[in-house]
């Protein structure tokens, strides 16, 4: 187990790193998710030993590991895919690190042709990175990483240029991969789709804080603090107060269907429990039709309501029925609304 605490890096002005600790399981496939900026790089870099923090502790199975040296750390990083050799071949550039270990050549054939077949590319193996496409070359430099038998492996953004194609069946494989070698996985990203999707459990990074650590549906379903259930997934945040009689009291807009409660605080409905309901009795909020994107299975429209300083967004099944400009009503069921942050308790 991977147990990091209280990590601090500053540079100059910069936290990039402010008293960050988790704690990653053997075996799991762990995702940190945050915007541009927020510390993820950094704290990937302090976990291969490139980067020594200022203050904190990182153990693996309760070693500590910043006093070794990179070299030497069971913690693998896999590069961009751009960073293989074009002028080897596929096995050589997957060969240079055990030969640099100086493995014997008949240990690094046969480990190097088991890593070739477990990423799929036995018949690429004497083509040189030019001659692959994208998601191949991502294998090679996936094979690279992992033929060393790291404990841990280390993927910054591992997919990031890759076209969506790919990139959805990249995923898969590398989900399938991780289960088949059982070596750790922490992949960095900045796509909350691509976290929810890899693994098994996420952390979200703001500002060099950790703002929560949940499974992918547990974020989704009870984000904690408004920059969460902002990142996480489209979602609609309502402030007001909370009644002892149920609903969300929020100023010049009215009471929304919401859990009985009596905080003051901010209030999270995701646009997929949002429905398009006839006037009167049963509508909840009213407003115009600003825009519609058609996703194919779903669409979601974006509804401006008089009082709130943004449009309302829900995900309707198929094409939307409804035309930009239209006047239209919206409702949904109080336990699809969820407590995000509380600012105060009601006396
Ligand atoms: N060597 C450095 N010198 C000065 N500032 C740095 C250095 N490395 C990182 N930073 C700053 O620390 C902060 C965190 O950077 P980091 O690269 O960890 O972010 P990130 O979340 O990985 O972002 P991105 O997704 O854009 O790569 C940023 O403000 C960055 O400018």
Redesign the pocket.
């Known amino acids: 187990m991977i147990r990091i605490h209280a990590v601090t890096r500053r540079?100059?002005e910069?936290t990039?790193l402010d008293g960050v600790s988790l704690e990653i399981e053997e075996g799991e496939f762990f995702a940190l998710l945050?915007?541009?900026?927020?510390?993820?790089?950094?704290?990937l870099r302090v976990l291969a030993g490139f980067e020594t923090p200022d203050s904190g502790t990182v153990t693996l199975d309760g070693q500590d590991l910043l006093g070794v040296p990179a070299h030497r750390r069971p913690v693998n990083l896999m590069f961009q895919s751009y960073a293989l050799f074009p002028h080897m071949n596929v096995e050589k550039n997957i060969a240079y690190g055990l030969a640099r270990e100086g493995l014997a050549r008949a240990e690094i054939g046969e480990r190097v042709a088991a890593v070739l077949a477990t990423v799929g590319l036995t018949a690429h193996a004497r083509r040189r990175p030019h001659q692959l496409s994208g998601g191949q070359r991502q294998r090679v430099a996936l094979a690279r990483a992992i033929v060393k038998r790291p404990r841990v492996l280390l993927l910054d953004?591992p997919l990031s240029a890759l076209d969506k194609q790919v990139r959805a069946e990249m995923q898969l494989e590398l989900k399938r991969l991780q289960h088949q070698v059982g070596i750790t996985f922490l992949v960095?990203t900045?796509d909350q789709e691509e976290a929810m999707s890899l693994a098994d459990r996420i952390a979200v990074?703001d500002r060099?804080r950790v703002q929560q650590v949940d499974t992918p549906v547990e974020l989704y379903r009870h984000p904690r603090g408004r920059f969460v259930a902002g990142f996480v997934g489209a979602n609609n945040v309502f402030s007001g107060r909370l009644l002892p009689s149920g609903g969300l009291d929020v100023p010049g807009v009215g009471v929304l269907p919401a859990p009985a409660g009596k905080a003051a605080g901010l209030v999270g409905v995701r646009p997929e429990s949002i429905r398009l309901a006839a006037q009167g009795a049963d509508a909840h909020l009213h407003g115009t039709v600003l825009d519609i994107s058609y996703f194919g299975g779903s669409s979601r429209i974006a509804v401006t309501v008089p009082g709130l300083d943004r449009p309302v967004l829900l995900t309707v099944p198929g094409p939307a029925t409804v035309t930009s400009g239209a006047r239209v009503a919206l409702s949904w069921d109080p336990e699809s609304a969820v407590l995000i942050e509380t600012t105060g308790d009601t006396p």
């Not at 915007?35 to 704290?43: E, R």
């Open positions: 540079f100059g910069v990039a945050g915007p541009s900026g927020c510390g993820k790089t950094t704290l953004e960095v900045h990074l060099g």
